[in-house]
């Protein structure tokens, strides 16, 4: 039972590069999000879908784009990385507007220079 | 103002104390209510969650909601120093917010 697989684990990056950070589940959630984590800022939305073919804006969507083409999957793009995206990156899946709480991955350390 | 506000510590308390976390929120329409752990260097994991006040027990951890004062409380009793982790409140209208943690260090 993997759960909410992300990958890579680590990436440091180049101002300028750009990358792409999957995050893959097998629990059949319908929602998924990716949520960057700094210090002192807790966790904050960057974006999520709904359900495959959806995607929808967070609280800080600037620089990153989502797709999600297949239930399973939900990827999160930085087209022209900056030292500001230097941070740490979950995704997470739940069911319909779970009220229960998030299964999270283990998330993605990357530090552009 | 953040709808979840949360001490970020660090709290260091000696093994076998009891700790008190907590968080005050801003959002009325909030019904459900979260607590996740979170090791260093790993993924948040859900511990408890709750629904409107009240309080709801699991082995040495309680969770207790007051909603007339917006605030959100998790007790530890019996800390262990596999207690010491990062604990962050949560809760939702159609996604989750949460507070930006509290470290916690259990000492032996």
């Known amino acids: 039972n993997a759960g909410v697989t992300q990958t890579p684990k680590f990436r440091v990056l180049k101002t300028g590069q750009s990358m792409t950070l999957l995050c893959a589940q097998d629990m059949n959630h319908e929602y998924m999000y990716w949520y960057r984590q700094d210090p002192g800022m807790g966790l904050r939305l960057i974006h999520y879908?709904?359900?495959?073919?959806?995607?929808a804006k967070g609280e800080v969507p600037d620089g990153y784009n989502v797709s999600r083409l297949k239930k399973q999957n939900f990827l999160l793009g930085l087209e022209s990385a900056a030292p500001s995206q230097t941070s740490v990156y979950f995704c997470?899946?739940?069911?319909?507007?779970?009220?229960?709480?998030?299964?999270f991955g283990s998330g993605t350390r990357l530090t552009v220079v | 103002q953040k709808e979840v506000e949360q001490d970020p510590g660090p709290l260091s308390v000696p093994e076998g104390a009891i700790v008190s976390l907590n968080c005050t929120y801003s959002?009325?329409?909030?019904?459900?209510f979260m607590w996740y752990r979170q090791y260093s260097r790993k993924g948040p994991e859900l511990l408890m969650y709750t629904y409107s006040s009240g309080n709801k027990e699991d082995g040495r951890f309680t969770a207790q909601v007051d909603k007339s004062s917006k605030y959100i409380s998790l007790f530890i009793r019996d800390s262990q120093p596999s207690d010491s982790a990062t604990y962050l409140c949560?809760?939702?209208?159609?996604?989750?917010?949460f507070g930006t943690g509290t470290r916690l260090q259990v000492f032996p």
């Open positions: 879908s709904v359900g495959e073919g959806t995607t």
């Open positions: 997470a899946s739940s069911y319909e507007q779970d009220n229960y709480g998030y299964t």
């Open positions: 959002n009325s329409a909030f019904q459900y």
């Open positions: 949560a809760s939702n209208t159609d996604k989750l917010i």
